[in-house]
C-alpha cells in the first residue's frame, strides 16, 4: 500500500484521496501542552524578573521602573556577607569534590574490586535520599562527634552531594572512552599515573567541568542542608533570603532571586555545552 500525489494505490484499484484528507496536521497536541508547561515553569520567573525592577516597595502594584533594589544588594552588608560565604563553601565544596569524585568514577570504571555493585550503589544515594534526611543525618553526625557548627561544616555536607554528582557525570563520560588508549600508553613505557594524567584526563576533563559547573550551582542554591549544618555567622545567600521573606517579599530579594536564577542558567548553559561538545566531538 502508498499513498503518491493524493492517490492510494491498493493492488490494481487507484482510489483518490480528497484533497481535506491529504494536507498536512497543523493542530498539535503535543505542541500545545509543550507550550503549556513551558509557561507553567518559566512564568513566575518573569513575574519574578518584572516585580524586580518595580519602584513600590511592596510588589503590589506597579508604580514605575527603577534600578535601585539592584543598587542596594551592592550596599546591602549582610547580603554581601551570605554571598562570601556561599562562595566560599561552593568552591571549595567543587574542588574538593571534582578530585574526589573523578578518582571514584574512574576506580569504579576501570578496576574490579569485591563488592563493587554495593559501592557504586551507595555513591549514588545522596542523589536519592531526601535533603532534609541527609541534613538531619549530618547533623546527628556532627553532634556525636561533637564537632562545632561553622562554615566548614557546611562545605563538609556540601561535599557529600557534589561528589556524587560529579562522580555521576564523570562515569557517563568513562562509559563512551576506549579503555585500551591507556593500555597503549603502558605498553609505550608510560607509568599507571602518566597513562591517567596524559591520556585520560584530558578525555575526561569535560565532562568533569559540567560536572563541577552542576556541582556549583546545586551548593550554590541549597537551603536545607546549610541550615542544619551552619553555625554562628555563617549564613549563606539563601539563608538569608529565606530570613527576609518571613515578613514579605521585597523587590530587593526579588532582584537578588533573579540574579541568582541568571547565574544559575548560565552555569546549567555551560555545562551543558560542554557535555554535547565533547560529545560531539567523541562521535567523529
Not at 554528582?165 to 572512552?177: F, G, P, Q
Request: aromatic share 12%; glycine share 4%.
Amino acid at each position: 500500500m502508498k499513498a503518491s500525489q493524493g492517490k492510494l494505490n491498493l493492488g490494481c484499484t487507484d482510489v483518490n484521496i480528497p484533497p481535506s484528507l491529504n494536507r498536512p496536521c497543523i493542530f498539535s497536541w503535543q505542541a500545545v501542552f509543550s507550550q503549556l508547561m513551558f509557561i507553567f515553569m518559566y512564568l513566575p520567573i518573569v513575574v519574578l524578573a518584572f516585580y524586580s525592577f518595580n519602584k513600590s516597595s511592596y510588589s503590589a502594584a506597579w508604580e514605575g521602573f527603577t534600578l535601585d533594589w539592584y543598587r542596594s544588594l551592592f550596599n546591602d552588608e549582610r547580603i554581601l556577607s551570605a554571598l562570601r560565604n556561599s562562595l566560599v563553601v561552593a568552591f571549595t565544596a567543587v574542588g574538593i569534590s571534582s578530585v574526589l569524585g573523578t578518582l571514584v568514577a574512574v576506580g569504579l570504571a576501570r578496576y574490579q574490586f569485591p563488592g563493587k555493585s554495593l559501592y557504586r550503589g551507595i555513591l549514588y544515594l545522596p542523589l536519592i535520599i531526601p535533603d532534609i534526611a541527609l541534613a538531619v543525618a549530618t547533623l546527628i553526625f556532627l553532634a556525636a562527634f561533637t564537632i562545632p557548627l561553622s562554615i566548614w561544616t557546611i562545605v563538609a555536607a556540601h561535599v557529600v552531594f557534589c561528589l556524587a554528582y560529579i562522580a555521576l557525570v564523570v562515569s557517563s563520560r568513562l562509559t563512551n572512552l576506549d579503555p585500551h588508549l591507556e593500555e597503549a600508553a603502558l605498553d609505550l613505557g608510560a607509568t599507571p599515573a602518566q597513562a591517567f594524567l596524559k591520556v585520560l584526563l584530558p578525555q575526561l576533563m569535560p565532562a568533569i567541568v559540567a560536572g563541577c559547573l552542576l556541582a556549583f550551582v546545586l551548593s550554590l542554591d541549597d537551603f536545607l542542608i546549610a541550615s542544619f549544618t551552619a553555625g554562628s555567622g555563617s549564613n549563606t545567600l539563601p539563608m538569608e533570603i529565606f530570613s527576609r521573606i518571613r515578613t514579605g517579599v521585597k523587590p530587593d530579594i526579588n532582584a537578588l532571586s533573579f540574579i541568582l536564577i541568571l547565574v544559575s542558567a548560565i552555569a546549567a548553559f555551560i555545562a551543558e555545552l560542554i557535555r554535547a561538545s565533547s560529545g560531539a566531538r567523541q562521535t567523529r
